[in-house]
Structures are given as structure tokens and as C-alpha cells.
């Protein structure tokens, strides 16, 4: 009895339960699409096919393993409340709410019809933001000190869209420049969000005349649901100066522990200057939510950078604190050290933001 025991062999849908229940998702896909090319009957194996894709943000594939299920049994409920759930991390609220309405009276039903109205709450609620700061930083070698200042006016138009406009005031030696910049971002899918913005500085002095920026962040590992887990971060940008052009290109790595409580994150960084020589660096970044809202930001770079329409290399400390007074007001005060191959510059710059 022991050996014709060991002998029956687990069926790839029993494996697939195993690993969905230990969290390897990716092998529980692996297990059910098995399932589902030898039996491409068994609606179930289409559900926990779709259930395990879910986590794996290959919604599509999802979709499509949960029509299958209800092709193969019109009135399996499980089914459409995963079409349902792909529907809101999609941001597609009233496609969401129409499906799990057609779900009937379950409590994951309930669950997710509150949920969205929770999301739809948010979303409606004080849709502007402003953000306001002001700097000054005094240089080494008896140099003049710098002045800085910027107001930022964004509003989310939708549940995975915001635009913003950016004005900022800077004076370095005796120059003065106004920098113009508008910004639209866009939540793709629950976990990745991606920019472009465009912007330039009237008659510049030192800052650039044009400049274009964009930017992509994307999970590595990690589920939907949870912010959790190791991200990938992309960003480029191009800008002309009075000397010439400049290019960058940024990638990295960002991790978010549990609950956001706290963030490390390393980029390499490339730049092509004025001169069209190729420039390397790197920049280390950490927060950490050390008591209720109040966040302590740190940062450290050894990289290039364009000031003064001359690309140099700036060595820089940056720790900053920040504090929610509530959820619609915000303030923060960073210093910052810079060592520079001609002087050193060290700076305080406070700001506020609140949402109406």
C-alpha cells in the first residue's frame, strides 16, 4: 500500500494549489495552463489560472482565462468577479461595479463594491494639489549666494491621470532666470506610473532653454494589491543650454518595504554634456516613516550635472524631513551639501503642499 502510495503522481491542478497557496505565482500559472491544455474543459483550472495571473500583473492573459471560465459555465461567479477585479486595478470603476453587481450578493462582491466606491471617494475628493518652496544656499570662495523659489499647481483630471504646471525663480551670481515646466502623469496599470514633461527658461541665463523629460516606474516583484516589493526605474531627458545640448539617461532599482513605511533606492546615471563627452554616476536614496507621518529622507550623489551652462561633476548630501499635518497639508525642510570642483555650496530649502 506504502509504494502504490507513492507512486500516484499530483495532478498540475493540485500543484497549482499548492503553489498558489505558498505564493509562487508564477509557478501556479505554469501549473494551471497545464491543467488547462490537458483538460481545456475544467473551468476551474481557468479560474485559478486567471486568479494567479493576477498577481503576476499579466492581465490580459487574466482576462482572457476568466472569459474561457464562464464560456465553459455562464453562471460561474468567481469568474466574473475576477473580470471584476481586473476591471478596478485597471481603473475602470463602472465596468468593475457592473460585473460585480452581476455577481449577485456575495461578500467578495460586497467587498469589492465598497472598495470601489472607497477609490471613487478618494479620487473625487480635493483633486488640486499646490506645492510652494523656497531656498537659499550660500557658496564657498566668498561667492554670492543662491536664491530659489518654485510654486507647482497640479490637478488629477482622472483616477489614473494628473497634470501639473511648474514656475520656478532662480538666482545664481547675477544671473536670474524663470524655468516654465508642464508635467502629465499617468498610472498604467496599479504599479506603474510613467511622465513626460516639457519645459524652458525665456531668455536663460544658465538654466535651459528647452528641456524634455520622461520617466517610467515598473514592479519587478510584488502583487497588485500591495505596494510592496522591488521596482525598476527609467527616466531620460534632453535639454539645450546657451552652450550646447545636453542628454541623460537615469535607471535604477527602488524597493518599498511593507506598508510604505520605507524606500531605498540606487540609479546609475549617464550623461552626454555640451561637449558631447559621456559622463557616469550614481545617486543612493532612503525614506523612513520613523514616527506616525513624519519621513526622514536621505540622499547621496556622485554624478554629473549642468549648471552654469558648463556640465561639471557635483558631489551631494541631502537629508530632509518630512511632516503630514493631516491628509490634505504637508511640510518639509531639506539641507544640502554640495562639493563642487570650484566652490562648495551649502543650502536650506523649506516647502509646504496641500491638497483642496
Do not use: C
Request: no cysteine; proline share 3%; aromatic share 10%.
Amino acid at each position: 500500500m506504502l509504494i502504490a502510495a507513492q507512486g500516484v503522481a499530483e495532478t498540475p491542478y493540485q500543484a497549482g494549489m499548492d503553489a498558489r497557496a505558498d505564493g509562487d505565482f508564477a509557478a501556479a500559472a505554469g501549473y494551471f495552463r497545464e491543467e488547462v491544455d490537458q483538460q481545456p474543459q475544467n473551468s476551474d483550472a481557468w479560474v485559478q489560472l486567471g486568479l494567479s495571473l493576477i498577481p503576476l500583473e499579466r492581465y490580459d492573459e487574466a482576462a482572457a482565462a476568466f472569459r474561457r471560465a464562464l464560456e465553459l459555465a455562464p453562471d460561474y461567479q468567481d469568474a466574473r468577479i475576477g473580470l471584476a477585479r481586473l476591471a478596478f486595478y485597471r481603473g475602470d470603476y463602472e465596468e468593475a461595479k457592473r460585473l460585480a453587481r452581476q455577481a449577485g450578493d456575495r461578500d467578495d462582491a460586497r467587498a469589492l463594491l465598497a472598495q470601489i466606491e472607497a477609490a471613487e471617494a478618494a479620487n473625487s475628493a480635493n483633486p488640486w494639489r499646490a506645492d510652494l518652496t523656497v531656498g537659499r544656499s550660500e557658496l564657498t570662495q566668498d561667492l554670492p549666494g543662491w536664491t530659489e523659489a518654485s510654486a507647482a499647481l497640479g490637478r488629477r483630471v482622472s483616477d489614473r491621470a494628473s497634470v501639473t504646471g511648474l514656475v520656478e525663480y532662480a538666482r545664481r551670481f547675477s544671473d536670474e532666470d524663470v524655468y516654465l515646466q508642464a508635467r502629465w502623469d499617468q498610472r498604467i496599470r496599479p504599479r506603474v506610473a510613467a511622465y513626460v514633461a516639457l519645459g524652458g527658461a525665456p531668455s536663460a541665463d544658465f538654466r535651459p532653454e528647452l528641456a524634455a523629460l520622461a520617466g517610467i516606474t515598473f514592479p519587478l516583484t510584488g502583487d497588485a494589491g500591495d505596494a510592496r516589493g522591488l521596482y525598476g526605474v527609467l527616466s531620460g531627458s534632453a535639454a539645450r543650454y546657451q552652450t550646447g545640448e545636453v542628454a541623460g539617461l537615469t535607471s535604477g532599482l527602488r524597493y518599498v518595504f511593507t506598508g510604505d513605511q520605507a524606500r531605498m533606492g540606487a540609479n546609475l546615471i549617464t550623461l552626454v554634456d555640451e561637449n558631447n563627452d559621456t559622463r557616469h554616476g550614481f545617486a543612493l536614496n532612503a525614506e523612513w516613516q520613523f514616527a506616525g507621518p513624519a519621513r526622514l529622507i536621505l540622499g547621496y550623489a556622485d554624478a554629473p550635472e549642468t549648471s552654469e551652462n558648463v556640465t561639471i561633476d557635483v558631489q551631494s548630501y541631502t537629508a530632509g524631513l518630512r511632516y503630514d499635518v493631516n491628509d490634505r497639508v504637508g511640510i518639509q525642510a531639506y539641507f544640502i551639501h554640495e562639493k563642487r570642483s570650484a566652490y562648495d555650496r551649502s543650502g536650506v530649502v523649506l516647502g509646504t503642499s496641500w491638497r483642496f
